[in-house]
């Protein structure tokens, strides 16, 4: 049994949890999360890792363990009763790995109690910060993982099909946290979502609810504001690359409505891709180069924003509270408040 890290001394600084997501697999997902907690540990903070990419966790592999013990699965098994148990020392001081659910076949079609169980098990994780490593894809127990932190990064790569992913996963996600944390439409079914159209961009169903439900579209935009997503782009090859960053950065902000700003722009560089394989972070290398500026500068920026600021008020408003089973049978009646984008 191991407790995440030692407290700094004197006054400690606020706990924040930060998700790296991006919809598309491949990007630098868990390159990203795994050099964000060195860099993070390496400003003095207890940094808790979450492999919560499930049916594909490798976040240990990145940090040169061989078994990771049971982690997230061990919880869900019953074989381990708190996320103390199942916390796996790494070889980088401050940093702690939670591991995720092991490639056992089924394990990542988990179901709402089950998922309530794993996000639970995240919040309760400890450290000064929590980096959540989530899996690619828009599936809703993606979404809830990255929903559920205090900053959101979106790792992408000025390639089309990455920014196209990278699009619909952020406009799947501000949709669910508008739906679920701000209209509180907590009896949606699988069904309702699956007679739906094909949802609008938030911006568009913002401009229109404004005329129709002021009141809600104040409430979205309170919620909306209150995310603090950040684009880090990767794979960088050439200069005019970074502008294409900048430049989808400033699309997603207009046409989803929600402050999205770029954390950071990384290269495409050997010493990144070879740190896969020697199975240790590239950060932990002497050598400083762009990239691991980078990470020291994405770090600064992320922990200069203020967590207890950006967390949700405890008054239900926002992604801590507990959702909605949307495996749920219908309620008789089925009156629902409308989704956003679900009509018109
Ligand atoms: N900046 C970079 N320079 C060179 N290679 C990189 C860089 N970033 C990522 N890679 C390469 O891309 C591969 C995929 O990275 P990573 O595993 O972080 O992606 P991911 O988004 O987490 O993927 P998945 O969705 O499958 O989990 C790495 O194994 C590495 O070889
Ligand atoms: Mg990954």
Known sequence: MLTAGARIPGHPPPRRVIAVGGGKGGV????????????????????????????AANLHTLFGIDR????????????ARTVAEVLC????????????????PGSANFNHGQKQKLLAAVRAAGGDVVVIDVGAGIAFNTLDFFLLADQQLVVLTPQMTSIQNAYAFLKAALHRHVERSVLQVHAMTLADEARAPAVEP?????????????????????????????????????????AVVHSVCRMFRDYLGA?????????AS???HDSINHRRPFLLEDAMDDNSRAF?????????????????????EGAHQEEPDENAAPRPGGSQAPAPGAAG
Not at 29 to 48: D, E, I, M, P, S
């Open 28 to 55: 630098g997902k868990t390159v990203v999360a795994a050099n964000l907690a060195v860099a993070l540990a390496q400003r003095g903070r207890c940094v808790t890792l979450v492999d919560a990419d499930f049916g």
């Open 68 to 79: 990771p013990g049971p982690g997230l699965g061990g919880l869900l098994s019953g074989h």
């Open 89 to 104: 020392r790494t070889s980088v001081p401050g940093v702690t790995l939670l591991p995720g659910l092991g490639a056992v």
């Open 202 to 242: 938030v911006a568009v169903w913002l401009a229109r609810t404004s005329r129709e439900d002021p009141a809600a579209a104040a409430r979205a935009r309170a919620a909306l504001g209150r995310l603090a997503v950040r684009v880090v782009g990767n794979n960088v090859f050439h200069d005019k690359d970074r």
């Open 259 to 267: 402050p999205v700003d770029v954390l950071g722009v990384l290269r």
């Open 270 to 272: 050997r010493r990144v």
């Open 296 to 316: 020291h500068s994405m770090a600064e920026a992320l922990l200069s924003l203020d967590a207890e600021e950006l967390r949700p008020a405890a008054d239900g």
